[in-house]
């Protein structure tokens, strides 16, 4: 086996045992992109990318994909977000020009619309491209792998609409998006995937964001181990949903926890996007855009919170 090329391997022999197992350090590294790469599937992006994105611009209609950031908003397990503003001064000149601030406290890499970094998620000891825990952790940050290294991305973006396959507001929460769903969406919605795409899948869960929050933080549908499996092959950018986790929530399988997160972060490199707005696109029936993203600069963050935007 050559070592650039596990990262892309199915997990069929995976998929036929429960549960989930990933697959050996020697399986997956070093990655596709190089021993010591810290990109991943960052690396697509390119003047070609931009380009082609571009291109789908006919209208210049702008869709906001982020939610709101507030104290109100569902938040996983004891994460918190907390603002407080401050009136930091009145400048005694002429103008009388007063100045305002604010405080947060929060884990800005991991709450709203998230975007996580490959020092996110971890199989045993060990991150993307082998990475060892010990070795790039420290209490200010990663020194390898931050959120820092992911900078501006814009590709195609495609929206995988299995809420409207299924003639169904939202998803019921125990559903498991399989590749036959992915497929049968995609040939529906005459969209064909591309390399280097950001694939944003809506299954209606966001219905629920500020509404029923302990609904939408709990269990949530999403795809499932095939499902992720399938969307890797496809060389994507990212892989982005409209619900806390991206995949299913919790596992169908006890024993596995959220593998969904390792099969797109650990083994193969692609960035996860979470708690995404994608209704406007679906009631637009918008299914190909420009996409921009750009993470904030958080220097060895896990992650990042972010306003990505799609453009028609």
């Known amino acids: ?53 571009a291109r789908l611009i006919r209208t210049g209609t702008v869709f906001e994909l982020g939610q709101v950031l507030s104290p109100s908003m569902p938040l996983f397990g004891a994460r918190r977000f907390e603002l407080t503003t401050k009136r930091t001064f009145r400048n005694p000149g002429v103008n009388r020009r007063g100045s305002n601030e604010e405080l947060i406290y929060s884990e800005m890499g991991q709450v709203g619309t998230q975007f996580d970094a ?7 000891d060990t991150l993307y491209n082998c990475f060892n825990l010990d070795d790039i952790a420290t209490r200010s940050g990663f020194t390898r792998l931050g959120v820092e290294n992911v900078g501006m991305l814009m590709t195609r973006g495609v929206l995988i609409d299995i809420a409207g396959l299924k003639g ?11 590749p036959a769903d992915l497929q049968s969406a995609l040939k529906r919605q005459n969209i064909t995937l591309e390399s280097g795409d950001a694939i944003l899948i809506r299954t209606g869960w966001s219905r629920h964001w500020g509404t029923d929050n302990a609904r939408y933080a709990g269990n949530s549908p999403g795809i499932g181990v ?57 009631a637009q029936s918008v299914y190909e855009f420009a996409f921009v993203l750009q993470p904030l600069k958080l ?14």
């Not at 169904?168 to 399989?178: S, V």
């Not at 994507?236 to 169908?252: F, H, Q």
């Open 1 to 53: 086996m050559t070592p650039s090329l596990p990262v892309l391997l199915t997990f069929a022999a995976c998929l036929s045992a429960q549960p989930w197992q990933p697959p050996a350090d020697s399986a997956r590294c070093p990655s596709k992109w190089g021993p010591g790469d810290q990109r991943g599937s960052g690396n697509l992006m390119s003047p070609q990318s931009v380009l082609r994105a």
């Open 299 to 312: 220097q060895g963050g896990t992650g990042s919170t972010v306003a990505p935007v799609a453009i028609r």
């Open 168 to 178: 169904a507001a939202n998803l019921d929460a125990a559903y498991e998006i399989t």
């Open 118 to 124: 490959f020092s996110h998620q971890t199989i045993g």
């Open 226 to 282: 095939a499902a992720a499996d399938w969307l890797a092959r496809q060389n994507p950018m990212l892989v982005g949903a409209d619900n806390a986790s991206v995949e299913i929530s919790p596992n169908p399988e006890p024993k596995a926890s959220l593998p969904v997160h390792q099969i797109m972060l650990v083994v193969n490199g692609i960035h996860l996007l979470e708690n995404l707005k994608l209704e406007d696109l679906a």
